[in-house]
């Protein structure tokens, strides 16, 4: 369980580099991007097929199965690019960002699993490191004229939490099938920019080439990633250590020059570290009890 945990880890990993994968992509619109980036995504699936093929490819998929992962990954981008729309981004940002909290009080319905109160702490925690990051020190602002977008962020939250759960209820399920949730999520998200964008493709080599690694990691390997951790690992605490993502990916922007270090970033480093490692606290070996000699 603890090597599923820490492949699931190596996802939030990965999404750290989106900002700056996204920011150096130039003004390629949302789902244009997301078409693109999915393709690349789907070739990564394709890949490892060749390379590790599934061991029984008569097993059927459940349609249950097909539901919950295109609802998941198209249906998060899709509302996630929906509330930055209709809200400003901090707030939209923060109400999303409650996925991984979702994930951990949610994980006590599951079968089998047990919420401890070290998990939800260690949430808050990250929660709280959260909102240093995205709000950069401000105060927010809600604003009943963004109803509509806050909504779409919390759809978005509940979504994806809602898809790390009941992918776990299938864990007989190839990580193979993620694939195909990646293509299917690239024509869809193909068919969303047709309808609403305004084609602009990268401009130049660099532009480029920050689209293929957005494909390659926080598009595409991450979510097979985070498959094999919500399905074999220990979920309450890769949902606590997801607050990391928004962590790591300031720290990325930093060690890129693209800003600035802060005592708010050590805070919330702090506050995340800290909230991941409570979280684990279930996973770390305990010492054998000792029991002493009577006379």
């Given amino acids: 369980m603890g090597r599923a945990t820490l492949i699931g880890f190596s996802a939030v990993a990965m999404w750290a580099l989106l900002a700056l994968l996204t920011d150096a992509s130039g003004q390629v619109p949302p789902f244009l991007l997301s078409a693109i980036t999915f393709?690349?995504?789907?070739?990564v699936g394709l890949a490892a097929r060749l390379v590790m093929p599934s061991r029984d490819k008569s097993r059927k998929v459940p349609p249950q199965v097909w539901l919950i992962g295109i609802a998941g990954l198209?249906?998060?981008?899709?509302?996630?690019?929906?509330?930055l729309?209709?809200?400003?981004?901090?707030?939209?940002?923060?109400?999303?960002?409650l996925w991984p909290l979702l994930i951990v009080l949610g994980s006590a319905?599951?079968?089998?699993?047990?919420?401890?109160?070290n998990h939800v702490v260690g949430a808050l925690l990250g929660l709280?490191?959260?909102?240093?990051?995205?709000?950069?020190?401000?105060?927010?602002?809600?604003?009943?004229?963004y109803a509509f977008g806050y909504t779409m962020a919390a759809v978005c939250a509940l979504l994806w939490?809602?898809?790390s759960l009941l992918s776990r209820r299938f864990p007989s399920v190839p990580t193979s099938i993620v694939t195909w949730f990646c293509a299917a999520t690239s024509v869809l998200s193909l068919a969303c920019h047709l309808l609403l964008e305004k084609t602009v493709l990268p401009d130049g080599p660099g532009q480029w080439l920050a689209v293929i690694g957005l494909g390659l990691?926080?598009?595409?390997?991450?979510?097979?990633?985070?498959?094999?951790?919500?399905?074999?690992?220990?979920i309450q605490v890769l949902g606590a250590a997801s607050y990391a993502a928004p962590l790591l990916s300031t720290l990325v922007l930093i060690a890129a020059g693209v800003a600035e270090p802060s005592?708010?970033?050590?805070?919330?480093?702090?506050l995340i570290t800290g909230g991941a490692a409570l979280a684990a606290k279930s996973l770390l070996p305990r010492r054998p009890a000792t029991g002493g000699a009577h006379a």
């Fill in 39 to 43: 393709a690349i995504g789907t070739c």
């Fill in 74 to 83: 198209f249906g998060y981008h899709f509302f996630y690019f929906t509330a």
């Fill in 263 to 270: 005592p708010r970033i050590l805070a919330a480093c702090v």
């Fill in 128 to 145: 709280a490191g959260t909102f240093l990051i995205v709000t950069k020190g401000g105060g927010l602002a809600f604003d009943a004229h």
């Fill in 85 to 97: 729309r209709n809200a400003p981004a901090v707030e939209a940002s923060l109400i999303a960002y």
């Fill in 217 to 234: 990691m926080p598009v595409g390997a991450a979510f097979y990633a985070w498959d094999i951790g919500v399905k074999r690992g220990n």
């Fill in 109 to 117: 319905l599951m079968p089998g699993e047990r919420l401890a109160w």
């Fill in 161 to 163: 939490s809602s898809y």
